[in-house]
């Protein structure tokens, strides 16, 4: 067995967890990003692949929050949230979260561009690579985030991602994402059920509207990318032994 394939153990393991967790509790989530293509693509992970990645609407996120077990711990990292062993933070899931987007296409601008500007506060190095417009702004909110603290600057995005939660607009988005996911709005429909899928050994949950959203994010999610991008990309073994 390679290195990368006793690394998707471990996450496996924690994906094994949280899917009994939620199972007991009658708590919804759903596979995501690259872990989801490996279900559809490859019953299980992409065979290249580094992280594991769940989502939960922010109402399901919250009661999972509430029955976490002494030995599991969600910890953050930026703004992305993290599933861990309390004794091995190491090893972890990235947890994604579902809020609610506003119906006026101004207004979930308006919001993503809020959240946007927060996610340079809260970097710890100004980005380059979008320019010399980007860079300025990069640079500006990144001064701008060097006046308050990590926990303010958190609190404040959140307050942003979840300033739409108790109304039903009929739209979603994933408020913790990359800079190039969190504009994408989604219909609610993708996520009005789940079901069950196989993954390696077990079977894990995706939420129906999986081709909608894989689709919009993706593009033609059961293409293979060319074989030189068929490599880990997010420096997790690196952290393994």
């Known amino acids: 067995?390679?290195?990368?394939?006793?690394?998707?153990?471990?996450?496996?393991?924690?994906?094994?967890?949280?899917?009994?967790?939620?199972?007991?509790?009658?708590?919804?989530?759903?596979?995501?990003?690259?872990?989801?293509?490996?279900?559809?693509?490859?019953?299980?992970?992409?065979?290249?692949?580094?992280?594991?990645?769940?989502?939960?609407?922010?109402?399901?996120?919250e009661k999972f929050l509430k029955v976490l077990p002494e030995n599991l711990i969600v910890f953050r990292k930026s703004w992305v949230?993290?599933?861990?062993?309390?004794d091995n933070p190491n090893i972890y899931?990235?947890?994604?979260?579902?809020?609610?987007?506003?119906?006026?296409?101004?207004?979930?601008?308006?919001?993503?561009?809020?959240?946007?500007?927060m996610q340079g506060t809260i970097k710890k190095k100004v980005t380059t690579k979008r320019g010399f417009i980007g860079a300025t702004v990069s640079l500006f909110t990144y001064i701008i985030g060097l006046l308050f603290t990590h926990n303010f600057k958190l609190r404040v995005y959140d307050s942003i991602a979840r300033m739409f939660k108790n109304r039903p607009t009929g739209y979603i988005f994933s408020s913790l994402d990359q800079f190039k996911y969190i504009g994408h709005v989604l219909p609610r429909d993708v996520v009005i059920s789940y079901k069950k899928v196989d993954f390696e050994n077990t079977?894990?949950?995706?939420?129906?509207?999986?081709?909608?959203?894989?689709?919009?994010?993706?593009?033609?999610?059961?293409?293979?990318?060319?074989?030189?991008m068929q490599k880990p990309v997010h420096g997790n073994l690196a952290r393994f032994d």
């Open 93 to 117: 899931l990235d947890i994604f979260v579902f809020d609610v987007a506003p119906k006026s296409k101004i207004t979930q601008k308006m919001q993503r561009l809020g959240l946007k500007a």
């Open 203 to 228: 079977s894990l949950k995706i939420m129906t509207g999986y081709d909608a959203y894989l689709k919009q994010f993706y593009g033609d999610y059961m293409k293979l990318p060319p074989k030189e």
């Open 81 to 86: 949230q993290r599933f861990s062993h309390k």
């Open 1 to 61: 067995m390679t290195k990368l394939e006793e690394f998707q153990q471990e996450l496996l393991v924690l994906l094994k967890q949280m899917d009994a967790i939620c199972d007991k509790h009658g708590i919804n989530y759903s596979l995501f990003g690259g872990t989801m293509i490996g279900a559809i693509r490859h019953n299980g992970f992409i065979p290249w692949d580094d992280d594991a990645d769940v989502v939960f609407e922010r109402v399901e996120y």
